[in-house]
């Protein structure tokens, strides 16, 4: 079946799908983005990621390429015209198409949208979380305002690959006072040796992820306690427990960080009943009946 993308107001084939050379997302990385699971055709918490998106677009004085019930809608479109029942949708704004030049474009200027979704296979992931992931932790080099979703993600990029050229799945990046800020594309957690879960504040030095928050309420339905502040990598050496949350990986078990086994190796018993709570603590929007 081909792959249709969503491209400034057309579903066109995904293999031929095109921006222009002149997007400012190509030129200045000068664009946002959001990453929405599909779970059982089911869109997750697509309120927050709209939500979110609004607040990256009005830091960056962007509009909105068509209005948000709108986008709401196509993203679920192309969902059902791409038959993902699990999977992820992507959707990316930039500041539009204008002759290269640092300052805004004219404000006649419209934002460009482009909306793809493609399949996940979930036996894999949860093949993946079973058996949880090592992490390496790196120095935290980005800029300040990694609260804004947006594309310019190459320090993230570099991080994430050396992860991956040094055997682990992901990258904790490290401020300069030795405390985790956040994964390259995932939160941090830890579980502390009296169970306290334990993750970064959402007021400066990370993305406020969405599964973040919805991990915080489906931890709350469980009783569990959670303190809201900054880590260092010797606690999460000496964690109980440690995980990311994602939209795409949800509550992923970490079991090795730095090459040091957390606790026994094994995935958390906290954080695999958080991932077994999160789906009930998520909103979830019906894509209907896939094409
Ligand atoms: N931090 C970073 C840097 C990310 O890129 C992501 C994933 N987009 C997250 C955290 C997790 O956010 P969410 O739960 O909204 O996917």
Redesign the pocket.
Same mark, same amino acid.
């Given at each position: 079946m081909a792959r249709i993308a969503y491209v400034n107001g057309r579903y066109v084939p995904h293999a031929s799908a095109q921006v222009h050379i002149d997007d400012r997302g190509y030129q200045f990385a000068d664009s946002v983005y959001e990453?929405c699971e599909i779970v059982d055709g089911m869109m997750i918490d697509r309120t927050g990621h709209l939500d979110r998106l609004d607040r990256s677009l009005g830091e960056l004085a962007m509009g909105w390429p068509l209005d948000r019930s709108a986008l709401a809608r196509v993203m679920i479109e192309v969902a059902r015209r791409n038959r993902v029942r699990d999977g992820l949708v992507y959707v990316q704004v930039s500041r539009g198409v204008a002759p290269r030049d640092h300052p805004f474009p004219p404000a006649a200027t419209r934002p460009a949208i482009v909306i793809t979704a493609r399949r996940v296979d979930p036996a894999a992931v949860a093949r993946k979380a079973a058996a949880g992931v090592a992490v390496i932790t790196v120095p935290d080099n980005r800029w300040e305002r990694?609260d804004i979703?947006t594309t310019g993600l190459l320090p +993230?990029v570099l991080a994430k690959q050396q992860a991956l050229d040094s055997g682990a799945a992901e990258a904790w990046l490290v401020d300069a006072d030795g405390m985790v800020t956040? @994964? /390259? !594309? #995932? +939160?941090a957690w830890i579980v502390t040796g009296q169970g306290t879960l334990v993750t970064r504040p959402a007021r400066s030095g &990370?993305?406020r @992820? &969405? %599964?973040?928050a919805t991990v915080l309420r489906a931890a709350t339905d469980l009783g569990l306690e959670v303190e809201e502040r900054p880590f260092s990598v010797g606690e999460a050496h000496g964690a109980r427990e440690a995980f990311m %949350? !994602? /939209? #795409?990986s949800r509550v992923m078990p970490v079991v090795a960080i730095d090459g040091r086994p957390v606790a026994n190796g094994h995935p958390g018993q906290t954080a695999m009943a958080l991932r077994a709570a999160y789906l009930d603590a998520a909103e979830k929007t019906p894509l209907g009946r896939t094409r």
């Open positions: 990453v990694v979703k +993230n956040e @994964g /390259a !594309s #995932t +939160n &990370i993305l @992820g &969405i %599964t973040r %949350t !994602s /939209a #795409t």
